[in-house]
Structures are given as structure tokens and as C-alpha cells.
């Protein structure tokens, strides 16, 4: 019997971790490596609120809050929710945390039996699969059978639903395929949730605001009123108001969900940081005309990025409707000798080879469940991206 508990053994490491580790040992040994690899947007926090968390400080808002959230916070939460999505709550529906990922942690923890299965499109944000199954639950990951295989119909929903489906885990526009769900694909899976009563909904709304061309983003509680209470909506300011070191994610759903949630958390990080919950009412009640402009650098080099992978040959990129993320198919370069010699068998592999040839980092399709492809964060500077983007077109070139 080790020191290691069965639950965490039954748990495969991030496949992303050996990437990470050979670009941190790469950069510690002097080379310039580029990291594309990161979830976070490279802007700053807007500077209305820096000064709402230096005010609170000032004010000695330093304290231990209630431990989901202080209840202006909740105010505010319920103000966004009324005004962005025309969903009215009321503050016990709401609950606040360390980030989105406590909130999706917490709800979990509190509703999931061991028999229980969790629906996730694929490809998923890792932490999805990687809290199902710390709450010893069953991941059923499901990919698009229509052309997009990153986008599935209400049809390949009903299609994995059983006696156990306890959740379907929806996050749209999506990390990493960038995938939106507009309000017609929510009606239709509204459909199917209304002919399966034991499936809830965790609508992860984290990249709302970061959408492009004409895509409108929709989410299920707007859509269907009626199914109120069986959807929890997660959203946070990580993302959308450059705030991913303040740690506040919130979520919105049945009290009963919220007040087991709270449990959860009071016996784990207790309340939210202090400071945080200030500035993120600051956030929430702000101006919004920073997130517009930051939206055009976004959507610009969603474009720059998307044109110069689709240029290199066996590489082919879909316009992402939104999030920051793009996941090229290199289906094609399966099969291919590197110069050494070396076959290309998996996205891996091109990753690895793609570090150490022309040193740029990216995350390996398989992290996210669909294969062969791979992430490119591009929250980075253009001249960065376009740079990134000629090694990569040379690392391919080299492949015969
Ligand atoms: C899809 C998705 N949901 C939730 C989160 C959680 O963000 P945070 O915990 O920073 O609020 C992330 C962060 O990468 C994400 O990509």
C-alpha cells in the first residue's frame, strides 16, 4: 500500500506536463523558445480594477468573507446576468470561488456518485475529464459525427445519453477548438434534455465574450427558462477581463446545487481571496470598452494565424468562432520522416519534434481527447505569432 491514494493513481498524468517540462528546461538552458502553449490572454488587467482591489486593501477588506462570495459580489453577478443574458437570479443562486475551475471542482464534487457518466464534447478542456474522475464519476466523451468532428448535434447527444448520465458538460465558444453552440444548437439540445430528466447541464460560459465575425453567443439558461433548474452556468473574469491570476470564477444554478457547493468549499479553500471579490465588482459593473478593443487584437490575429497554417502544406485550420485558441488537423503529417530519420505517429510527436526543431511550444491534440491535432494559444503579440508561425511552416517542410 503506497503513500498515493487508488483515486489519484486511477488518474493518467497531463499529457501536456513532458511538453511543458522540455520548454522550461529549453528556455533554462538560454534558448528563445516561444510558448503558445498558455491559456491566458496576454493583456494586462484593465486599471479600474487594479484600483478597486488597492481601495479595498486600503479599507481593510482583508478579512476572511462569507465563504461563497460576499454578497455585493452576488449583487453584481446577478446585475451581469440580468443585463449580458437576460437571465434573472436572485443572490442564493449564486456562488463565487476561486476561479471558474473551483466552481466546475465544487459543483462536481457535490452531485457526482461513482456510477454517475458526464457527457463532454470532445476535444475538452483537460480539467473536465481530470475532476470526473477525481470525483471517481465517468467521463463518456463524445465527438461530432457530421463533418465538424469538434462539434456535436443533438443527435449525437441523445445518442450517449443512458440511465446515468448525470451531466452534460457544455463549454461554448470552446477551449481548444474554439467551437460556439448559437442559439438553434441550444434549442435543440434543450430538446433532448427535456426528454431525459436525469441530465443536468454545466454551461461553462467562460469565453462569452471573446467572439468574432457575426457568431452570437447564446447560453442555455437564456434559451430554456424551463430547465432552470437543472443548469449550472460557470462563468469568471479570468478571461474575459484579463484577470487570470485573481482567482474568481462564479456560477450560477438551483439553491440546493449552490448550498452543497458552498459546503464543499467551506472545507477546502474557504472563502475567495478578499481584494479579488472587490475588483471583480469592479469588473462586472465597469466599462466595457477595453474588452472590445482587446477583442479586435484577437480576432485579427485569430486571422493571421489561421491564414498562415492553412498556407503550409499538410496543416489545415478551421476558423474558430471565438475563445483564443485555434486546433489544426495534421492528420496529414501522419506518417512523415523527420530528417533524422524519426516517423511522425502522433500530434505528440510533431509537438515534440516542433519544440525541439523550431522551438515553439503547443499542446498535443491527445491533452484534449481528439487527435491528430494541436493547440495554439495565440494571446501573444503578432510579430511573436508571425514568427512562430514561419517555424512552424519550416519545422513541416522539413518533414518528407
Ligand atoms: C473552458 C475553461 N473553463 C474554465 C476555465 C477556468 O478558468 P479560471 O479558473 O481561471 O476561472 C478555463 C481556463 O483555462 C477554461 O479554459
Known sequence: MGLISERLNRIAPSPTVSIADM???????????????AGEPDFDTPQHIKDAANAAMKAGKTKYTQVD??????????????????VSCTADMITVSTGGKQVLFNALMASLNPSDEVIIPTPYWVSFAGIVEICEAKP?????????PMKISAEDLEAAITPNSKWLILNSPSNPGGVGYDADDLM??????????????????IYEHLVYDDFKFATMATIAPDLQDRILTVNGVSKSYCMTGWRIGYGSGPVPLIKAMAKVQSQSTSSPNSMAQYAAIAALDG????????????ARRRQLVCEALNNIDGIDCPLPDGAFYVYPSIAKLIGKKRPDGKIIESDSDFVSYLLEAGEVAVVP????????????????????????MQRIAKVTASLS
Open 140 to 148: 463518456v466523451f463524445v465527438k461530432g459525427s457530421g463533418a465538424n
Open 69 to 86: 462570495g460576499i454578497p455585493e459580489l452576488k449583487q453584481a453577478i446577478c446585475r451581469k446576468f440580468a443585463r449580458e443574458n437576460n
Open 365 to 388: 491534440g491527445v491533452a484534449f481527447g481528439l487527435s491528430p491535432y494541436f493547440r495554439i494559444s495565440y494571446a501573444a503579440a503578432d510579430d511573436v505569432l508571425a514568427d512562430a
Open 188 to 205: 435543440a439540445f434543450a430538446a433532448v434534455m427535456r426528454r431525459h430528466p436525469q441530465l443536468h447541464l454545466i454551461s461553462d460560459d
Open 23 to 37: 520548454a522550461l528546461n529549453m528556455k533554462a538552458a538560454g534558448r528563445k523558445v516561444i510558448g503558445l502553449a
Open 287 to 298: 466599462p466595457l470598452d477595453f474588452m472590445a478593443e482587446n477583442r479586435a487584437a484577437f
